[in-house]
């Protein structure tokens, strides 16, 4: 059975620094998919980012990436030159499969990250 | 913009009462979904439908029916509700295409509350 865990209830960070969000994840496919969610206190979810198992490289967008570390099965978002916007709660996910029919997300408890000025 | 609709946004019940949540998306997309969030943890899938005339189970379908009404329309019903349903509940929609990075674009979330 695949598993997200986000081990970190909520984290602090500076303002302009940077954070690394942790996610570790369990699965048996060797096919699968990573998401990155935002949610502030207004409620909604805002992808973020995604990582496949099979890229080559890390994925980058704007001021997020994630470090990717396939034999360590962590997928980490790293935030940088953090704002007060970012304070919000963030969730890692996992799709597993590739075939388009199959596509579920298992989502992980999620990290509060607040962000002082 | 619309993107994902639910409504309502916030609504109260009984016990025993039933109630449709309603959801709709302007984005074309194939696959719909309802999760529920429960406080303290992450979003639990309920019900999905990979296209129009599909409905399938997730990991909590229990006390739960779905219509997918058509490709833009997919609503959740309570038959009975009980306090343990009470829960803030997100719909989310996606494109079916090859590339696997497609994300969810989810609604604002309906929150519910059963007395």
């Known amino acids: 059975a695949q598993k997200i865990t986000q081990t970190q209830p909520g984290m602090f960070v500076q303002e302009k620094e940077a954070v690394t969000l942790d996610c570790t994840y369990d699965t048996s496919d060797p096919s699968y998919g990573l998401f990155w969610y935002k949610q502030p206190s207004s409620g909604e979810m805002i992808f973020l980012i995604y990582q496949g198992s099979y890229d080559q490289q890390n994925a980058t967008e704007g001021r997020y990436s994630l470090n990717f570390q396939k034999a360590r099965k962590s997928a980490n978002l790293v935030i940088s030159a953090s704002q007060l916007g970012d304070s919000a709660m963030y969730f890692c996910?996992?799709?597993?499969?590739?075939?388009?029919?199959?596509?579920?997300?298992?989502f992980g408890s999620g990290t509060r990250l607040l962000v002082r000025p | 913009n619309a993107g994902v609709t639910q409504t309502p946004k916030f609504q109260v019940l009984k016990t025993g009462q039933s109630m449709t949540l309603q959801c709709a998306q302007d984005?074309?997309?194939?696959?719909m979904y309802w999760y529920r969030q429960d406080p303290g943890m992450g979003l639990r899938l309920i019900y999905y439908s990979a296209s129009e005339g599909t409905t399938d189970k997730g990991e909590v379908p229990n006390g739960y029916n779905v219509s997918r009404l058509n490709k833009r329309e997919f609503s959740l019903r309570l038959e009975s509700a009980a306090p343990s349903q009470t829960s803030v509940y997100f719909c989310a929609s996606r494109q079916n295409r090859d590339w696997v990075n497609q994300p969810q674009h989810f609604g604002d979330g309906t929150r519910l509350s059963i007395l």
């Open positions: 984005m074309n997309h194939n696959s």
């Open positions: 996910a996992m799709r597993e499969g590739l075939r388009d029919s199959s596509y579920k997300l298992i």
